[in-house]
């Protein structure tokens, strides 16, 4: 460990030097206010078109509309699904007395890690990630770095140790400038507010079995677990390109394909049963603890985890067995 301690502070310093992980941050703080806005507005609207402030009202009419909506040709046959599945957890929250649509800034840090999950976040650290091996090339120190008495596997495994620090810290600055930001309109408080997981969905019925309640605080912290998982299998995933492809412009570009495409996939492969087995479809974890319809029929949070799992090993088995291979000399 002794050994490795100063090979990881040399690749920090390398990520800093570079100033990616600033321009990250900078990429939060200018984007998180246009999401605030955004989310005060549609709350302004849901309350106008409601009429009332009352959020007991605002669900019932939403119940309502829904409703109407089911008995329509014109509506697919997938979202009449979804408007049903919404129907029930809506009745569940009325039933329990507990407002689904509450506003604070605490709220907003968990829809917007929610959201982000899939794409957002794991851009954020494909941005990092993508240049940590390819970056050597393009700067012309990967002669210098190999030529190091220092044995391969060790060098690549400081830049994974190095990947895993900035993968938290992205998380981690994303939840606190949201919860920062989006508190100046919406309030600092709402820690203890009661939230539902545990609904598992059965075709168009919702299962309550399981439901359970969570202060926010906890389920902010299990959310930010699963997403910290998935973007750091994208990270690994990123790596795994820098080290195949030796500039960093095209390693982004393909994970920037592969990324869009994943989002495409798991909205428009409900039929394509094999499609569960790609890992960007199973990205989206955090719809497991909120009750959300998968993707696709049958895939389930343990499914999606040994998905991602398995796909991060195969990533570093590729990694580790072409960095120490291959003559990256020439």
Same mark, same amino acid.
């Given at each position: 460990?002794?050994?490795?301690?100063?090979?990881?502070?040399?690749?920090?310093?390398?990520?800093?030097?570079?100033?990616?992980?600033?321009?990250?941050?900078?990429?939060?703080?200018?984007?998180?206010?246009?999401?605030?806005?955004?989310?005060?507005?549609?709350?302004?609207?849901?309350?106008?078109?409601?009429?009332?402030?009352?959020?007991?009202?605002?669900?019932?009419?939403?119940?309502?509309?829904?409703?109407?909506?089911?008995?329509?040709?014109?509506?697919?046959?997938?979202?009449?699904?979804?408007?049903?599945?919404?129907?029930?957890?809506?009745?569940?929250? +009325?039933?329990?007395? &507990?407002?689904?649509?509450?506003? =604070? @800034? $605490? *709220? #907003?840090?968990?829809?917007?890690?929610?959201?982000? %999950?899939?794409?957002?976040?794991?851009?954020?650290?494909?941005?990092?990630?993508?240049?940590?091996?390819?970056?050597?090339?393009?700067?012309?120190?990967?002669?210098?770095?190999?030529?190091?008495?220092?044995?391969?596997?060790?060098?690549?495994?400081?830049?994974?140790?190095?990947?895993?620090?900035?993968?938290?810290?992205?998380? +981690?600055?994303?939840? &606190?400038?949201?919860?920062?930001? =989006? @508190? $100046? *309109? #919406?309030?600092?408080?709402?820690?203890?507010?009661? %939230?539902?997981?545990?609904?598992?969905?059965?075709?168009?019925?919702?299962?309550?079995?399981?439901?359970?309640?969570?202060?926010?605080?906890?389920?902010?912290?299990?959310?930010?677990?699963?997403?910290?998982?998935?973007?750091?299998?994208?990270?690994?995933?990123?790596?795994?390109?820098?080290?195949?492809?030796?500039?960093?412009?095209?390693?982004?570009? &393909?994970?920037?394909?592969?990324?869009?495409?994943?989002?495409?996939?798991?909205?428009?492969?409900?039929?394509?049963?094999?499609?569960?087995?790609?890992?960007?479809?199973?990205?989206?974890?955090?719809?497991?603890?909120?009750?959300?319809?998968?993707?696709?029929?049958?895939?389930?949070?343990?499914?999606?985890?040994?998905?991602?799992?398995?796909?991060?090993?195969?990533?570093?088995?590729?990694?580790?067995?072409?960095?120490?291979?291959?003559?990256?000399?020439?």
């Amino acid at each position: 460990m002794s050994r490795m301690l100063p090979l990881v502070q040399n690749e920090v310093l390398k990520i800093i030097r570079k100033k990616r992980f600033y321009v990250v941050l900078l990429i939060l703080i200018a984007l998180i206010p246009m999401f605030t806005y955004a989310q005060m507005r549609q709350a302004q609207q849901f309350q106008k078109q409601a009429g009332t402030s009352d959020w007991r009202a605002e669900l019932t009419q939403r119940i309502a509309d829904y409703e109407r909506t089911l008995g329509s040709s014109r509506v697919p046959e997938e979202w009449k699904k979804w408007r049903k599945i919404q129907i029930q957890k809506d009745e569940y929250h +009325l039933e329990n007395n &507990v407002n689904p649509n509450e506003v =604070s @800034g $605490l *709220v #907003f840090t968990q829809r917007f890690m929610e959201n982000a %999950i899939g794409l957002f976040i794991p851009l954020m650290v494909m941005v990092i990630a993508s240049d940590l091996v390819s970056g050597e090339h393009t700067a012309g120190t990967i002669k210098l770095l190999l030529t190091r008495p220092v044995r391969r596997w060790r060098i690549l495994t400081s830049k994974l140790i190095a990947l895993i620090l900035f993968t938290s810290l992205i998380v +981690l600055a994303t939840a &606190v400038f949201s919860y920062l930001i =989006s @508190g $100046l *309109v #919406f309030g600092y408080g709402g820690w203890d507010l009661p %939230i539902f997981s545990g609904f598992r969905i059965n075709g168009s019925t919702v299962d309550f079995t399981h439901v359970h309640v969570l202060p926010l605080w906890q389920y902010l912290l299990m959310e930010m677990g699963l997403v910290w998982f998935a973007a750091l299998v994208v990270g690994i995933l990123s790596l795994m390109v820098s080290v195949l492809v030796r500039s960093t412009a095209a390693g982004m570009g &393909v994970m920037l394909a592969v990324l869009i495409a994943g989002s495409i996939l798991a909205n428009m492969a409900s039929s394509w049963t094999s499609a569960k087995y790609f890992f960007m479809v199973n990205l989206q974890l955090t719809d497991y603890l909120s009750g959300s319809v998968p993707p696709i029929e049958g895939m389930t949070l343990p499914f999606s985890l040994t998905v991602l799992a398995l796909t991060a090993a195969a990533a570093l088995v590729v990694s580790y067995v072409t960095f120490t291979k291959k003559d990256v000399l020439n």
